[in-house]
Structure formats: structure tokens, C-alpha cells
């Protein structure tokens, strides 16, 4: 049927015809309406239209390079923040530490109605008694994290390390800052999609045995295989990512007190003069006041435009460029590295597959290059 | 995002019905975490049990964060302070401002270090003294000032600010202190029935002033010209002959009850000790 005759149907009619024809092989290609029907853009209606720009959003597939690349950083980051938990496990988690299990319960029968119980169970490490006991867990659970982060059974490692991560952050709420979340929400989506379709052994390993039955010669590239579910996971991350931003936004600009420093032009005086918190000395800012008024600005600006101007292809790059300093600056002057990490591995989310592919593969180049010499 | 490759599987996208139960999912998703952070500040009955619908499925995933506070949203109603500018004069009554973390800063009480210090009995002093748990003492401090990497250090600093928030609660047992203090009780060996001071004090940021002194930097952490510690809440706290931890609120240590049986210091050895220990380096 041609184009034409199709563009003279019935749009519902037309979407049964799709689908019946679809409709044999349930797990196969299901295209959408504008996509059976490409002349007939400007036929659809009102709620047809939102409904197409919904799935395009949503389902059209993609490289899951960009996916690849945030498990292995927020893998990092969670073996990081598990590394440095090794040294007070004890006192953390041990039922002679600082925080024993009845103290996490009284701590959550105060702060939220459902009690300390039901929450605790949720936490493997409620259940460990002695030191022995939580060290093979954390090292064990340190061995799982390494494995999601290497991409090695992700679909399984991703699981397990949600798992290890929010047990360590139910056990003990009182020494979680504002990376953890982050954390949890990440690893949370990376469960959901296919995380280690890229940039992870499992891959490699498949594509090895692929290059072993086709033949194919190292320097020949196989074809990409976008995926649907990276879309997915992508497109939860960036939500949830521009969520942050205007929360944070919003806390900063609805505090009260002695009137909101942020509104004040202050707030990052008060930040940089932490008395134990800054990495960097940046007080010779109060030379220059006006500096801090520009700094504090510049915050609330970037954190209210984020959301807004990143959803633009054109000034995504730039957004996404800005983001850095800023939070490098932020991780500097407040001491909070890995909150800043976290967000820029949030960010990257943002990042056009294609520019990380063709870095990926610029990376592998080099190494083969290496590897033949 | 690339466009979809036609007639491949995972290429392709999923079927209808894959996206109808996507969608419902993704809408329950997102109307739960909508529920909570938009109405992260009302108070109302119905906003109220709008966020506490889906809190239970936040909860899990540690999704259901206080914007405010970093910490996981107090389900119960939370009465509004009568009034917020004594609140801040006051320490004992800091955990009503709620201020934590996103916002980094609002320059107001809690906006500041916390620190928890427990004065033990000094063991060299003891053994010299025949196991005579009179007199000197030395303080444990927490977070310790030179712990490394930074993230260890704010894991203190959380634990600490969560204290100094959870004790300004007249109504509320000091569960964090207690447990801090039994910890480090247990960690020190120091036998039951001694009573120890606990506290919780903060130090405040410097102004412009404080800072532009020549040869000082904000890495001078102690300096004489930082603001002096502010004590927020002191405690006694002891071990009682069961290894359970007791904690009296603002009390001399010789008006500890010791439970029935067990060795009671007396009044001259257990005299209060209220002056803050100084701060290390000062």
C-alpha cells in the first residue's frame, strides 16, 4: 500500500493494521504510529501526537555505551564509600559499637512511624552478630560491587549490589549524607536495564566469541546494538537527576532563620568558612565580598536552569560543561567529594552516546595498539 | 539519542502491551516520588497521607529523603516551633530547624560542626593510681579530628549533627548520645559503674573579621579566633553492671542514681566536671 493510500485510512484502522500484522510475533517490533505511518504526521491527533512523543521518549532505542559508563562510576564510587567503611565496621554495625541494633531502633521509632523492625529486616547486617561475621559480609559484599562495577553477570550483580548497598544504608540512616541516596537511586535504576550491555566483560566476552565465529579482525568494529531499556534507565536517571536540582534549589531558597543567606548572596561565605568541613582555603574571598555574592549566585542559577536547559540538544553540552567546575569547585570548598561525584555521574547520563562511544573506542584502539607492540 | 534501528529486537521498540505496563509503572513511580518531595513542606491532613501512601515504597529504595534534613522523612506531624529566632539562640532546641543538607548552608544553628565528646577515665592515670578512677580524665572526640579519607570523617560529622539534632528533643530519650557514649564506654574498657561526662558541642562558622587575621587560615582549625565551642547538650552516662548503657540528661555525675548492688563513686570522686574540655590544638 503506498503512502498515499495509506494517508487516506482511518488512524484507528490504521493502528489495527499495524498491530495485526505485529501481532504474531509478540516480542518483535512493534513500531509506533507515526512510525507505520510516516506521511501521516500532521493527521494525528492532539492526544496521538503527545502519545507519540511519549514513546519516542521513552522507548527509542539506544547505545547503552552511556549506560555502560554510569555503572562503572557509580560502581566505583559505591566500592569507594564501602572501602572506607572497612575501617569502622565495628563501630558502626557492631553490637558493641556506636549504633547497636536496639539503638537503630529506638532511633527509628522516633523519626518515622513504621517503626524501627520492619525496616531493619530489610538489612542483612541486622542479622550479623559478630565481628567476624560483618567483615566476610562487607569483604564479600565489597567482591559483589567489584563485580557489577566490571560488568561481570550484571543482571545479577546489579541486584546483589542495590541490595548490599541500601542494607548498609537501612542498618545505620544516621551516618548517611547526601551521597547516598544518589547512590541509591542509581544503582537502583541500573538494575532495570541493560547495564552491562556495555563497557563491561560480559560484553567483551560476547564480542569475542562473535569476532572468533565471524572472523572479523580485531581493528573491525561490530555493529552497535541499541537497546530499548537503556533508553529506559537513561531517561529514569535524568528525571530523578533533575530532581535533585530542584530540590536543591528549592531548600536553598526557602530557608528561613535569619533571612536566606542564599537569597543574601552569603551562603557560600558560610560554606567556605566550615571550620572542618573545606578542603581548599578559599577564605581570601572576603577580600573580594563581591566574589561571594557571585559564587552563591551562580549556584542557585545553575542549579535552577539545570533542569530546564538540559532537556535542549543545543545547550546540553554546555550545561553539561559548566556542571563541572561547578561541582569540582562545590567538592572543594564543602569537602563533599563524593556528593559532588555523585552528581556528575548523574550528569552523565545526559551525555550523547555517540561522543562516549567514540571515546570507548578511541580508548580500546589505544590499547590494542599497546597490547600489539 | 540515536534513532531506533528497524526490525531488531532489542533495537526496536517494545510492544504495546510492554509499554501499557511500563507506563503504569513508571506513573506509580513517579506520582510516588512526586507525592513526597512536592509536598515536602505542607502540612495539611491530606498532604500528609498523600506522602505517607508511597512512603513505605520509598523507604525501601532510601528514596524517601527530606530535602531539608537529608534524612528520611519524619512521618508524623511535626509541630512548627513558636519561636524560630529563640530556637536559634538556643541549642537545646536546635533539632526543630530540621536544617541538614542539600541546601548546604542557611546559616542558622545547625549549619555548623557538631561534635560528640565523652571524658573517660585517663587508664595511665588509673593504673598509677591503683585502679582509683578519681580524677584525671582524657576525651574522646567525634569525629577524631585527623581521621582520613573525608568520607570517613563525615560519616562522624552526620552521626554527631543527627545527635546534637536528636537530644534538643526535650520529650525524646537521648538515643543517639547513649549510644555513642556506650560505645565508646565499651571501646575504652572502661569499667561499669564509672560515670562519665558526654556532650555535644559545635563550632560555629567565622566572619570576615575572625578570618582576615594575618597568618590564619580556615586549615588553623582551632585557632584561638575561631568562635569558642558552644555546648548544645551534657549528659552523664555509665555502664551499669549488665553492660546496659545509662544516661542521665544535665546532670551531675553525683546525682546518678547507680542501680541497687552496684559500687557507687563517691561524691568527691564523681564531682561534675561541666567545663567544656578544650577543643585539641587550642
Known amino acids: ?373 | 539519542m540515536k534513532a531506533p534501528a528497524a526490525n531488531d529486537s532489542p533495537a526496536a521498540m517494545p510492544s504495546q502491551n510492554v509499554r501499557t505496563v511500563i507506563n503504569f509503572l513508571l506513573f506509580v513511580h513517579f506520582f510516588s516520588l512526586g507525592a513526597l518531595l512536592v509536598l515536602n513542606h505542607s502540612s495539611s491532613e491530606l498532604a500528609q497521607k498523600l506522602r505517607r501512601i508511597p512512603g513505605y515504597y520509598l523507604q525501601v529504595l532510601f528514596m524517601d529523603i527530606d530535602f531539608d534534613s537529608g534524612q528520611p522523612f519524619r512521618h508524623r506531624r511535626y509541630p512548627m516551633p513558636e519561636d524560630p529566632m529563640a530556637e536559634r539562640d538556643n541549642p537545646r532546641d536546635l533539632p526543630r530547624g530540621r536544617r541538614g543538607r542539600y541546601h548546604l548552608t542557611q546559616g542558622e544553628v545547625y549549619d555548623c560542626a557538631f561534635f560528640v565528646e565523652v571524658e573517660i577515665p585517663d587508664p595511665v592515670y588509673v593504673q598509677q593510681r591503683g585502679g582509683n578512677y578519681d580524677g584525671e580524665r582524657r576525651v574522646v572526640t567525634l569525629p577524631e579530628l585527623d581521621i582520613s579519607p573525608k568520607q570517613r570523617y563525615l560519616r562522624y560529622h552526620t552521626l554527631a549533627w543527627e545527635a546534637a539534632r536528636l537530644n534538643g528533643q526535650e520529650d525524646v530519650d537521648p538515643i543517639l548520645l547513649g549510644g555513642i557514649g556506650g560505645g565508646v564506654l565499651r571501646e575504652q574498657n572502661v569499667p561499669r559503674n564509672v560515670p562519665c561526662r558526654v556532650r555535644v558541642w559545635r563550632m560555629l562558622s567565622r566572619t570576615p573579621e575572625q578570618v582576615l587575621h594575618p597568618n590564619e587560615s580556615v586549615r588553623d582549625k582551632w585557632n584561638k579566633r575561631a568562635p569558642a565551642p558552644d555546648i548544645g547538650l551534657e549528659g552523664t552516662i555509665f555502664l551499669d553492671r549488665n553492660g546496659q548503657v545509662q544516661f542521665s540528661r544535665s546532670l551531675p555525675v553525683n546525682e546518678v542514681a547507680p542501680p541497687p548492688g552496684s559500687v557507687a563513686p563517691s561524691a568527691e570522686d564523681a564531682a561534675p566536671q561541666s567545663t567544656p574540655a578544650a577543643p585539641p590544638g587550642v
Open chain 1, 1 to 373: 500500500m503506498s503512502a498515499q493510500a495509506q494517508s487516506k485510512m482511518p488512524v484507528r484502522a490504521q493502528n489495527a493494521k499495524t498491530h495485526g500484522a505485529e501481532s504474531g510475533t509478540h516480542d518483535a517490533a512493534a513500531p509506533t504510529l507515526a512510525a507505520a505511518r510516516p506521511a501521516l504526521g500532521s493527521d494525528l491527533t492532539w492526544a496521538e501526537q503527545v502519545g507519540e512523543c511519549w514513546n519516542r521518549f521513552w522507548f527509542t532505542a539506544t547505545d547503552p555505551v552511556t549506560l555502560g559508563w554510569v555503572r562503572v562510576l557509580t560502581g566505583l564510587l559505591a566500592l569507594y564509600l564501602q572501602l572506607t567503611l572497612a575501617f569502622d565496621l565495628g563501630r558502626f554495625f557492631g553490637t558493641e559499637g556506636y549504633l547497636p541494633l536496639r539503638t537503630s531502633i529506638d532511633w527509628y521509632e522516633w523519626f518515622i512511624d513504621t517503626g524501627g523492625e520492619p525496616m531493619l529486616k530489610y538489612s542483612y547486617l541486622s542479622y550479623l552478630r559478630t565481628p567476624g561475621q560483618l567483615a566476610a559480609a562487607h569483604w564479600i559484599g565489597m567482591g559483589i560491587l567489584a563485580l557489577f562495577t566490571a560488568g561481570i553477570f550484571t543482571r545479577v550483580t546489579s541486584v546483589l549490589s542495590l541490595i548490599i548497598m541500601l542494607s548498609y544504608f537501612h542498618r545505620a540512616p544516621m551516618i548517611t549524607s547526601q551521597v547516598e541516596p544518589i547512590i541509591a537511586m542509581l544503582l537502583f535504576y541500573l538494575c532495570l536495564g541493560p547495564a552491562g550491555a556495555a563497557v563491561s566483560v560480559d560484553t567483551w566476552l560476547k564480542e569475542r566469541k562473535l569476532r572468533a565465529d565471524l572472523k572479523l579482525k580485531p581493528e573491525e568494529a561490530l555493529p552497535v546494538q541499541p537497546r530499548w531499556g537503556a533508553t529506559v534507565v537513561l531517561r529514569l536517571i535524568q528525571i530523578h537527576v533533575c530532581a535533585f536540582y530542584v530540590m536543591s534549589f528549592l531548600a536553598k531558597v526557602s530557608g528561613g532563620g535569619l533571612g536566606n543567606v542564599w537569597l543574601r548572596g552569603e551562603a557560600m561565605w558560610w560554606v567556605i568558612t566550615e571550620p572542618d568541613m573545606p578542603l581548599v582555603d578559599f577564605t581570601w574571598i572576603a577580600r573580594a565580598p563581591l566574589l561571594i555574592d557571585v559564587w552563591t549566585f551562580s549556584v542557585l542559577l545553575f542549579e535552577a536552569l539545570f533542569p530546564l536547559l538540559v532537556w535542549n540538544r543545543l545547550l546540553r553540552p554546555i550545561v553539561l560543561a559548566v556542571s563541572v567546575p561547578m561541582w569540582i569547585l562545590m567538592a572543594l570548598a564543602t569537602g563533599l567529594t563524593t556528593y559532588a561525584a555523585a552528581m556528575l555521574i548523574g550528569s552523565l547520563a545526559f551525555v550523547d552516546p555517540a561522543c562516549l562511544r567514540s571515546c570507548w573506542q578511541c580508548c580500546r584502539a589505544k590499547f590494542a595498539k599497546a597490547d600489539a607492540q
